[in-house]
């Protein structure tokens, strides 16, 4: 990455706007309003807008059931028997995966309950779960059922990894000395690729090598880190993973979830699944006949018939991730976020309300800040909301703010800063 010398002037942020290979992208999404003035939109982490186009995706998969009804599933090139093979292009640049190590299905937290089937299989010797302290309360409950599920004790079986004494992050060293730790006692590691609340991105290849050294599985909750940090998965041989769309994927609230199996499991019949006539051999799947026989790669983990509607508005957005391209998009996020960081340092500067907890090394995070707040609490990020911020709050004190590189301006960033000026003298 180049050094940049960034300044907290409207001519620099203009500048930076005028060589962003991506300023067209702003103009694909639709912006909110906040108290009649259009949002400085900052949740993208949260919900992703709207992009221009979902409207007519949508539209067509309507019009094809308007006008073909059931003949919709096996007419023409986008047959919706076929549709999920038009998504996995896309899917697979997003998070480094090939094509059949992918698919579009179900939402993320049913999909990690799928997932865990065939990856959390416990043992008397190999039982234990590693996860980050604090992970997002659907991952905590996903584990703790499926650990009772197994007739087992959640105290006994999950292995939380907390940030040193006065810390806020976890440091690769000590997630690998807990891996070794464990040893042949860790079934599986299952963390956030990159976590919610501190917006930490973990080393998931380093991660992923260590509990493969002890015989056990890795694999990664993405929603945050799908369409926002780089992602390799197959190279870095993560067993699976799951995220959702609805985040930086923009493709609408609840939208539906995607997951990766690394082609090492392709065709492992013997791996125990909750299978459905989705995942079932397609060539077979209308004999009606029993005997579950999976499909080749991920798609042998679906279980129900694409939700066509769902991944239209999906589509709309992969597009646009296709056009924009990920190494683009990582190279402005980081100039992005940079700036943003650069303006909190200089404003807040020595004030004390505000500490940026994100890492500051760009290669441990993605675009979102997450800022504790020492002094106003909440009320800071009223303030902000009531200026036309849009970030969110997370209890007990942290303000996040994902400024995405698809369509937030150096601008929007600038704005913010002036926003964070003003409001700094309220709570001084
Ligand atoms: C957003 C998010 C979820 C949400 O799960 P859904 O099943 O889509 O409701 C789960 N886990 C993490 C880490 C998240 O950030």
């Known amino acids: 990455m180049t050094q ?256 990766f199996v690394h082609e090492r499991f392709a065709d492992r019949p013997d791996l125990p699944r909750f299978g459905g006539w989705w995942g079932h051999d397609e060539a077979q799947r209308f004999l009606m006949e029993k005997g579950f026989v999976p499909m080749h790669g991920a798609d042998g983990w679906q279980v129900s018939n694409t939700n066509v509607l769902a991944l239209a508005a999906h589509q709309a957005s992969l597009d646009i991730f296709e056009e924009a391209g990920m190494d683009r998009l990582r190279s402005k996020s980081e100039l992005l976020t940079g700036y943003l960081e650069y303006l909190i340092e200089q404003i807040s500067g020595k004030s004390g309300i505000l500490e940026i907890i994100t890492p500051k090394n760009p290669q441990e995070r993605g675009c979102q800040l997450s800022l504790h707040i020492h002094r106003g609490g909440k009320a800071v990020f009223d303030e902000w909301y009531s200026q036309g911020v849009v970030g969110d709050w997370r209890n007990p004190n942290v303000i996040r703010l994902a400024p995405t590189p698809l369509y937030n301006s150096f601008l929007d960033v600038f704005r913010f800063g002036l926003i964070l000026e003003q409001s700094l003298k309220k709570f001084a």
Not at 71 to 77: A, L, P, S, V
Not at 201 to 211: G, K, N, R, V, Y
């Open 4 to 259: 940049i010398n960034y300044q907290f002037t409207e001519d620099f942020a203009r500048q930076m706007d005028a060589e962003d290979p991506l300023r067209s992208f702003r103009d694909k999404f639709l912006f909110p309003q906040v108290n009649g003035q259009e949002a400085i939109y900052f949740c993208g982490n949260s919900l992703g807008l709207q992009p221009k186009s979902v409207r007519s995706y949508l539209h067509k998969e309507l019009e094809n059931w308007a006008n073909l009804g059931v003949d919709g599933h096996f007419h023409g090139e986008d047959a919706w028997y076929h549709i999920r093979q038009k998504s996995k292009p896309a899917l697979a640049d997003i998070v480094g995966a090939h094509t059949h190590e992918v698919v579009a299905m179900n939402n993320l937290s049913s999909n990690l309950h799928f997932l865990m089937v065939s990856f959390y299989r416990p043992t008397k010797e190999r039982f234990k779960i590693i996860v980050e302290a604090g992970a997002f309360p659907s991952d905590m409950y996903m584990l703790e059922t499926q650990v009772k599920f197994h007739g087992l004790n959640p105290d006994e079986v999950i292995v939380e990894l907390k940030p040193r004494e006065g810390e806020h992050l976890l440091r690769t060293e000590d997630i690998i000395a807990e891996i070794e730790r464990q040893g042949e006692s860790l079934a599986l590691v299952n963390m956030a690729g990159l976590q919610y609340y501190s917006g930490q991105l973990f080393d998931m290849q380093a991660i992923t090598a260590a509990a493969h050294a002890v015989g056990a599985y890795a694999g990664f909750d993405l929603a945050h880190a799908v369409g926002n940090a780089p992602l390799k998965l197959h190279e870095w041989e993560v067993d699976f993973a799951t995220w959702c769309s609805y985040k930086y994927m923009n493709s609408g609230p609840g939208n539906i979830s995607g997951i």
